[in-house]
Structures are given as C-alpha cells and as structure tokens.
C-alpha cells in the first residue's frame, strides 16, 4: 500500500541553522512527491514538487529512490519558515496520500 | 486559492444530527476532494469527485455523504453514523490534468 511517513511531529531549530524535514514513502512505481505547507492563519499550499527541481523560499528536496525519501532542506533557517509541513504523494492520476505533518519552530 | 470557499468556519452538532459542510470554487476546475485534518494523523481523504455527478469514496469515507450536482460545488454531509465527527474538515480542488491542488480554508466541526 501506498505510505507516507513524517516520523517527527515536532521540529525545533534556531534561526540560522540548517533544517531537514524528513519523509519516507513506499510506492510500488515511479513516485512523484511533493511538499505543502500550512503557515499558521493561511490555508494549505503547495511549497515543492519534486519534478519541478526547483528551489523555493530556499527549500529544496531531493528524491532518493533508494532510501525511498523525499526530506525537505533548508540551509539556513529563518523566523517565517515557521509551519506545519506535509510530504504528500500522487497515488493515481490525481488523488494524494499526505504524511502525518511535522511541526517545524523556528526560535530566534 | 482564493477561489475556494468553505462554511461555516466553524459548526456545532449535536450528537445524533446530521451537518452539511459547504464547498464552492469558481477556479473551474474539474475535480474536488474533501479531507479530515487531525493532529498527528494528517490529512485523510472522505471523498473525491473528478467530475459533475461523479464521486468516489476516500480512505475514510464511512459515516460521510457526498454530492456533486454543479461544477462549482462539492458539499459533505457528516452523518450521525460517523463515529468521531469532531475534526478539521478541508475542501481542494484542482484541474483535470495538474497535480497542483487548492485548499479552501477549512471548517472546524465540533459535536457537542
């Protein structure tokens, strides 16, 4: 069965300092992964796909189809990266499996 | 995403009644989903429907009623059959053809 796990619900790091949101997936095909994001009082958006390639806000994330990962990385953290993150993957032609969300806090 | 809107934002229930959430998008877009938010477990999908008088049942569909008589509109009705109701219930939509989906801003059902 398709799965995505997040396996931290919380995330704390300090203003600066390099982040990583961790996500596993299983999938028995060629998988495509993406990234949204909930900033507290907005709603769900997408931040990254992973066939885009592209870098947003200084997010990155690269698919390792060996680890079966797909973590979310920033170099260096800052105070508006602060929000619940969901790893989610394409099942069928347009239907989403989400992970559980992590929590990430940026203290200053 | 601004063209989807959900109400109420928030609604009290009963024990025993039924609740209709509301779901409406003006993006044009073809396919509408519905999903449960809780903490820690995600978002998990109720229903979808890719097209008018067309919808099919989620992960969690039990205890949940759908219709889809207009493009624009995707309501869900909470049954008094749904064993744990109180959640945060979030509506999306997205084109035929995109993987991209847009989330309305959500409605926090609380059964009292």
């Known amino acids: 069965a398709q799965r995505v796990t997040q396996p931290e619900k919380l995330l704390s790091v300090f203003k600066g300092a390099p982040v990583e949101l961790k996500c596993n997936y299983s999938y028995s095909g060629s998988p495509e992964l993406f990234w949204y994001v909930q900033y507290s009082r907005q709603r769900l958006q997408l931040l990254l796909r992973?066939?885009s390639r592209e870098s947003i806000k200084g997010f990155t994330a690269d698919l390792n189809k060996g680890e079966t990962s797909f973590h979310l990385k920033k170099p260096f953290a800052q105070e508006e990266d602060s929000a619940m993150y969901y790893c989610?993957?394409?099942?069928?032609?347009?239907?989403?499996?989400f992970g559980q969300g992590t929590r990430l806090t940026i203290n200053p | 995403d601004g063209g989807i809107t959900q109400s109420p934002k928030y609604l009290f229930r009963k024990e025993g009644q039924n609740v209709t959430l509301s779901c409406e998008q003006n993006?044009?877009?073809?396919?509408m989903y519905w999903y449960r938010q809780d903490p820690g477990q995600g978002l998990r999908l109720i229903y979808y429907?890719?097209?008018?008088?067309?919808?099919q049942k989620g992960d969690i569909a039990e205890g949940y009623s759908v219709s889809r008589e207009k493009k624009e509109s995707f309501p869900l009705t909470v049954t008094s059959a749904q064993k744990n109701p109180t959640a945060f219930y979030l509506c999306a939509s997205n084109r035929d053809g995109t993987d991209t989906q847009y989330f309305g801003p959500g409605t926090r059902l609380t059964v009292l």
């Open positions: 992973h066939i």
């Open positions: 993006l044009n877009h073809d396919a």
């Open positions: 989610a993957l394409l099942q069928g032609a347009q239907k989403l499996v």
């Open positions: 429907s890719q097209i008018v008088n067309d919808f």
